[in-house]
């Protein structure tokens, strides 16, 4: 198949990428900047906001699979959220757009999103039936709301583009635990091996994750389902506190200490990494109750096999 990856030069892009095109399959990146050559993908221009010779690329493809966005492992500062809203907004908008016109659609529209847009809970996790999309909850700093604004426009525009002939569904995706360079995995692994893996702000906040064979797995089980369209949750179905998330990871590294943080100097460590502590303190509890439904089986459904695994298992060409 053809495979069209708009914003396919990340983290997440290059692990999507390279996994097509080592199967064989027709990959290309819409990128905005200059990319590295690779066996099977081909790179090409185009501005994320308006319709361009890109466009081809689209027209006659099977799958497109939009990954376009300013990365959240930012300050949360005006200029920054701005732009986190502005390219995946405008990306979104472009993608569909296209899509809309192309004489031979591709007959599936994968969209990235967030499990971010659910509320920040302790009590009950969310699927996509029950679950609660977040918004000004009581006791949260009122500028996390922002995040879940940016994934339900992320998701309208998806929602209202005219695309009859092209099955839509928006991933929300939970952290993808990858080993692949510049994951929040390799970040992981590295605070833990430097004997700061303990909880933060007492770590009862929950971690949604998800492996990264997984998760090009459940992408891949998608294409093929032509009954799946809408949100669907990529995520394993085993959330657990932070806490409890360090724990597991320490213990597979071999590293037997964990020194905790608390608020403010989870704050801190944020501000010297240039990030924001909403991605340390929101707590996630999302579980992938489309995916169970329709059959999907998690090769690593909890998190201290998947940490084993990331850590010391055999590199793998996932299909």
Same mark, same amino acid.
């Given at each position: 198949m053809k495979?069209?990856?708009?914003?396919?030069?990340?983290?997440?892009?290059?692990?999507?990428?390279?996994?097509?095109?080592g199967n064989g399959h027709e990959v290309v990146v819409l990128t905005r900047g200059e990319a590295t050559a690779a066996p099977g993908i081909r790179h090409v221009r185009w501005d994320g906001r308006s319709a361009g010779p890109w466009t081809r690329e689209v027209d006659g493809s099977d799958v497109v699979v939009n990954l376009a966005g300013r990365s959240v492992n930012c300050r949360y500062t005006r200029a920054n959220l701005r732009e986190?809203?502005?390219?995946?907004?405008?990306?979104?908008? @472009? @993608?569909?757009?296209?899509?809309?016109? +192309?004489?031979?659609?591709?007959?599936v529209w994968l969209q990235m999103s967030t499990?971010?847009?659910?509320?920040?809970r302790h009590d009950a996790p969310n699927d996509e039936t029950t679950g609660v999309l977040g918004g000004a909850e009581p006791g949260v700093p009122?500028?996390?709301?922002?995040? @879940?604004?940016?994934?339900?426009?992320?998701?309208?525009?998806?929602? @209202?583009? +005219?695309t009859p002939r092209t099955r839509k569904v928006a991933l929300r995706t939970a952290m993808v635990m990858s080993r692949e360079p510049g994951g929040a995995f390799e970040m992981l692994r590295r605070l833990t091996r430097l004997g700061l893996g303990g909880p933060v702000a007492g770590g009862a906040q929950y971690m949604s994750w998800i492996h990264e064979a997984d998760l090009l797995r459940a992408i891949d089980f998608l294409i093929e389902r032509d009954e799946l369209s809408g949100p669907v949750n990529l995520a394993a179905p085993e959330p657990l506190p932070y806490r409890d998330f360090l724990r597991a990871l320490r213990a597979a590294a071999g590293v037997p200490v964990g020194?905790?943080?608390?608020?403010?100097?989870?704050?801190?460590?944020?501000?010297v990494l240039r990030s924001d502590p909403e991605l340390l303190l929101k707590s996630r509890f999302v579980v992938p109750g489309r995916l169970l439904d329709a059959g999907f089986e998690f090769g690593f459904p909890s998190w201290p096999a998947a940490a084993a695994d990331l850590l010391h298992?055999?590199?793998?060409?996932?299909s």
């Open positions: 495979v069209v990856i708009p914003g396919g030069t990340g983290h997440l892009g290059r692990v999507l990428s390279r996994a097509w095109a986190m809203w502005n390219s995946r907004i405008d990306s979104a908008r @472009v @993608v569909g757009g296209a899509i809309e016109r +192309a004489e031979r659609p591709p007959r499990a971010t847009i659910y509320a920040h009122a500028y996390w709301s922002y995040s @879940v604004d940016i994934a339900r426009a992320w998701e309208r525009e998806q929602e @209202v583009a +005219a020194l905790p943080a608390t608020r403010w100097m989870a704050a801190l460590g944020a501000f298992g055999p590199l793998r060409t996932v």
